[in-house]
């Protein structure tokens, strides 16, 4: 048995105690949080629900530490320093900073004899490992990514993190005629703006100042200042009964040539249609942690990516089966 904890109750943290229901060789040993304990009800019975400020006392109980915070704030700090004590997985999507939060943990890995999975979900995730093969199976060609329609988790949570903000989902949605081009096996070039757009939905504390809400909105690098933005302030009652979902769904398309004179093109897509968000990454990042505990037992140190881990070690089932069925 994997023996797991999960930092963080939200919705990714859910997910992940829904998961392990469906991963019988997975043990969900404890839910750390940094609100009060007993103000948390967990749906798995027997389960401890306990403050993130106990968590190393679970040292020898853990095998995987799952880390379900938000990206713009939360692993930044939290993925490196956690590694000191666990093996770990996250979830982390600020692409830009990808490099930088891997280089954290892998030293803290290194030094406290850990493995520490980063960036691990959809995407960055299966996304990124489409984009690895479309690459190494058609060098002489484009790559494309879109996302959505749907609610971006990440982005969501960099949005209720602004003072005044009291609740808010934010929509990612591909530009038609850019996909429909990129289909086409054109190869066209395509901005950050041209490929999507982003639209917010957002709810108010009393007495927020809007304008000031939505020009940091707007402004936001990383997440909002490279695309076209739209923000719409509405009441708790309209969020709750229009927004309270988080689906989510995307394409990731290679478009290349291959032909003595590169006569021929190909158009490689992979795609998703997701009702939950975190239902789907919650899945893979159980996968992964499947993968980091083998990876752990046989003495591999350091931060490891989704290129970094076999297909094999994702699944619970024997290479014989595998090779048997899959292959």
């Not at 290679?254 to 789907?280: A, C, M, Q």
Request: with cysteine; proline share 4%; glycine share 8%.
């Amino acid at each position: 048995m994997v023996r797991l904890g999960i930092i963080g109750y939200g919705n990714l943290g859910r997910g992940v105690e829904s998961a392990v229901k469906q991963n019988d060789d997975m043990e969900l040993v404890a839910v750390f949080t940094r609100r009060d304990p007993s103000s948390l009800e967990i749906k798995t019975k027997g389960v401890k629900v306990d403050s993130v400020e106990n968590v190393a006392a679970y040292q020898d109980k853990i095998d995987v530490m799952i880390l379900c915070g938000g990206s713009a704030t939360d692993l930044p700090k939290q993925t490196p320093e956690y590694a000191k004590l666990f093996n770990v997985v996250d979830s982390f999507d600020t692409h830009a900073n990808i490099p930088t939060h891997f280089a954290n943990v892998d030293k803290a890995c290194k030094e406290n004899g850990h493995v520490g999975l980063i960036s691990c979900g959809w995407d960055p995730g299966m996304f990124s490992l489409m984009r690895l093969y479309g690459n190494a199976f058609l060098p002489d060609g484009e790559d494309y990514t879109f996302w959505g329609k749907g609610v971006s988790q990440g982005h969501s949570d960099a949005v209720r993190r602004i003072k005044g903000v009291k609740n808010a989902k934010q929509y990612t949605i591909p530009v038609e005629e850019a996909l429909e081009a990129v289909r086409s096996g054109s190869n066209p070039k395509l901005t950050t703006r041209q490929k999507h757009t982003r639209e917010c939905f957002v709810v108010l504390e009393e007495g927020a100042d809007a304008k000031a809400i939505e020009k940091e909105i707007c402004e936001m690098p990383n997440y909002f200042a490279d695309y076209d933005t739209t923000v719409n302030f509405i009441s708790e009652e309209e969020f709750n009964k229009n927004h309270s979902g988080i689906p989510h769904g995307g394409f990731v398309i290679r478009s290349g040539k291959t032909g003595w004179d590169l006569e021929d093109t190909h158009v490689v897509e992979y795609s998703i249609k997701l009702d939950s968000n975190p239902g789907f990454t919650s899945s893979i990042i159980l996968s992964f942690a499947r993968a980091v505990a083998r990876l752990s037992k046989e003495g591999v140190v350091g931060a490891k990516t989704v290129f970094d881990i076999a297909p094999a070690y994702l699944i619970n089932r024997s290479d014989e089966d595998i090779r048997a069925h899959l292959l």
